[in-house]
């Protein structure tokens, strides 16, 4: 099972862009990497999901190298509303296999 | 719309107790998972399913059993509830058509064991 390593804490501004990277070195094959968004008091909630090279969504990019050994979501200009845990999963959830969450990373964001 | 139903949103009850805490999916998902959340610790995974009467252990299953009789309904069980038990537990599905790829989560428990 593909381990993910990022960072606890973030701290920015609004405006600003924010790039979250996520380190997983023993990713497999059929692998997928999703990024989950979670406010207190309630579940996380999907982002954005990619297999190689750059994904874009309407509120966020991942950009995944070619080794797949990390990603980097990027959030452009953030907003108040974007403090939250940002957390970054890897595996197939088709797989029936278990899906192990990191620890997350807050991100700050301040006016 | 996708919908992750647990049952209830907070639950106190006593130690040694047996707790049922109850998941049901209207996405006719094949897999899903308890988790349990604390501060610091991010989503430890203690049990999931991918398919009716099937179960696997996760991270912490130590405590907990779980019962999927049908499918869209995944049952944790706290045998004897203790006080390092309380937390906020999450249950998640993923699967089908619709879903692939994604984890969608319910509200949320939040158990106290006093």
């Known amino acids: 099972l593909a381990k993910t390593t990022q960072p606890i804490s973030m701290d920015s501004y609004e405006g600003q862009e924010v790039n979250i990277t996520c380190s997983h070195n023993n990713i497999a094959t059929n692998d997928y990497i999703t990024w989950y968004q979670q406010f207190p008091s309630q579940g996380p909630r999907f982002i954005i999901q990619?297999?190689?090279t750059k994904v874009t969504n309407e509120v966020a990019s991942l950009f995944i190298p070619a080794d797949r050994k990390s990603s980097t979501l990027s959030l452009p200009r953030v907003s108040l509303s974007d403090t939250a845990v940002y957390y970054c999963l890897v595996g197939d959830p088709q797989a029936g296999t278990a899906l192990i969450f990191g620890k997350g990373t807050t991100l700050s964001v301040s006016s | 719309d996708v919908k992750v139903t647990q049952s209830s949103r907070y639950l106190v009850k006593r130690t040694g107790e047996k707790v049922f805490l109850e998941c049901v999916q209207d996405?006719?998902?094949?897999?899903m998972f308890w988790y349990r959340q604390d501060p610091g610790l991010g989503l430890r995974l203690i049990y999931f399913s991918y398919d009716v009467k099937m179960k696997e252990k996760g991270d912490i299953p130590e405590g907990y059993s779980v019962s999927r009789e049908k499918k869209e309904r995944f049952s944790l069980i706290l045998e004897s509830a203790s006080t390092n038990q309380t937390s906020m537990y999450l249950c998640?599905?993923?699967?089908?058509?619709?879903?692939?790829?994604?984890?969608?989560f319910g509200s949320g428990t939040q158990l106290s064991v006093l």
């Open positions: 990619g297999y190689k």
């Open positions: 996405m006719d998902h094949e897999n």
């Open positions: 998640a599905s993923t699967g089908g058509a619709g879903g692939r790829g994604k984890l969608f």
